[in-house]
């Protein structure tokens, strides 16, 4: 495809002219949509499987690790290669951001099939590293057994979701991934109650509602032309020179992604000393705080075309204004989550369970996570910001310290001193370590992306 093809940077000009608050909306609500729905797999499961009791709540806790690993290995492809081709497009190299594409679409199929074989080969061992009880193992075996299944078409599917945003085309993307978490919400309760087949029958209806999404997605994007196209042709010769690139970008979404998978397996290891009903409420507490976090980040990667394409076309006082906004509404949005989570935790956690010893943990869980909410736009925007424009070892630091740096002390100290209520304050207190140490980049950002300077 040549630089005068359909999907030259002409097409988006709109991303220089138009106002920031109206662009980032536009290309950050259908984000913010794509992201909630992808969090309802998780609700819907931890919902319907909620009615098979406490250990089978757990069970999809433990198996939420497995799903976060696939996540994380989309998203490093996917936003690697994302933040690459919004550069590109900016700078009217399409060819360079075909290549792009096809190297993260098909590395993607050939990751989730890894994580398919493996996973399944050690299926065991994983659960019980993973957290699993005596009385959990059995359900996260059978629950995880379909999950990694479907791990081949849930990577591709990220990565499909993430290209079609970084070409602007965030409400495409929408209706592929809504399309799936919809069918998912109608397929559970058939699943798991009308054909008797328990927790393996939610993990079933994922399965079938990834697929759909995947082939969904797939399809929207061949029959779209302007968009940087897929080509097995072109794999051979753009592997080995954009491999290496797509994983240094996408690298801090590898990191942060990683480090959730590990903060959750310590948070499971740690809560199954107190119980299976402090295993099911410490996923609880996870599920819907992956919820609130989606909208933050589903803004974040409606924000990061922008900047990447603004940066790439050396607009540099566009991508200030661009951060800025997007911070501003972040912190405040979740703000206002902070306070409706805070006084309705009680009510939030009896949605999923009814046991007294669930609510006690979940309750205090949520309430100590929601004080936190309003620093993480701090650690998470700005880390998008650094990572959209090539600032790479900065931007794995920052994505190093919200569950690395300083989660991993506070997970294994904590406890030690204050028992299970220094396990559910460890993710609050580094969340608000991680805002703070953020500061300093955005003040940088105020001078350093701006034209005069850049």
């Known amino acids: 495809m040549s630089a005068s093809s359909p999907a030259s940077a002409q097409d988006l000009s709109y991303m220089l002219t138009m106002p920031i608050p109206r662009l980032v909306a536009k290309m950050a609500i259908p984000t913010v949509i794509t992201m909630l729905v992808t969090s309802v797999y998780g609700i819907a499961d931890m919902f319907f499987v909620s009615e098979l009791g406490t250990s089978a709540s757990a069970a999809v806790g433990i198996v939420f690790s497995i799903m976060t690993t696939i996540q994380a290995l989309g998203f490093m492809l996917g936003m690697g290669a994302g933040s690459l081709i919004s550069r590109k497009l900016g700078e009217g190299k399409v060819q ?53 299944i479907a791990a081949p078409v849930m990577c591709g599917a990220f990565v499909l979701n993430i290209l079609l945003r970084s070409q602007g085309k965030a409400k495409l993307s929408m209706i592929g991934l809504s399309t799936g978490g919809i069918l998912n919400i109608i397929l559970e309760p058939i699943f798991i109650f009308k054909l008797k087949m328990g927790i393996g029958g939610a993990a079933v209806a994922t399965c079938i509602s990834q697929a759909v999404s995947f082939l969904l997605l797939l399809s929207i994007y061949l029959a779209h032309k302007e968009l940087a196209k897929i080509s097995l042709r072109l794999l051979p010769s753009a592997l080995p020179r954009f491999f290496p690139k797509i994983c240094a970008s996408g690298g801090a979404s590898l990191l942060r992604q990683s480090l959730v998978v590990v903060a959750n397996v310590l948070l499971n290891i740690h809560a199954s000393a107190y119980g299976d009903a402090a295993v099911a409420g410490i996923s609880i507490t996870s599920r819907v705080f992956l919820v609130v976090i989606s909208v933050m980040f589903g803004i974040g990667q409606g924000f990061q075309p922008v900047a990447g394409f603004c940066f790439g076309a050396k607009q540099f006082d566009r991508v200030r204004k661009s951060y800025y906004f997007t911070l501003f509404i972040s912190t405040v949005i979740q703000l206002i989550f902070a306070l409706l989570l805070f006084f309705f935790a009680r009510h939030t956690v009896q949605l999923f369970q009814k046991a007294q010893e669930v609510v006690q943990v979940g ?33 794995l630091f920052l994505s190093s310290c919200r569950q690395g740096i300083f989660f991993l002390p506070l997970i294994f100290i904590l406890p030690r001193f204050f028992g299970i209520t220094g396990l559910e304050l460890s993710q609050p207190l580094a969340n608000l370590l991680s805002g703070l140490i953020a500061i300093p980049f955005l003040v940088q950002a105020g001078f350093t992306y701006q034209d005069k300077t850049c």
């Open 96 to 148: 360079e951001a075909e290549s792009l594409a096809t190297v993260a679409f098909f590395s993607s199929l050939v990751g989730g099939l890894i994580l398919l074989v493996v996973g399944l080969q050690l299926k065991t061992e994983l659960m019980k590293v993973l957290g699993a009880t005596a009385t959990i193992l059995p359900l996260a075996e059978e629950f995880s057994h379909y999950i990694l």
């Open 363 to 395: 309750t205090k869980a949520i309430r100590f996570y929601a004080l936190s909410l309003p620093f993480l736009p701090l650690s998470v925007v700005t880390n998008m910001l650094l990572q959209v424009t090539g600032k790479n070892k900065e931007s």
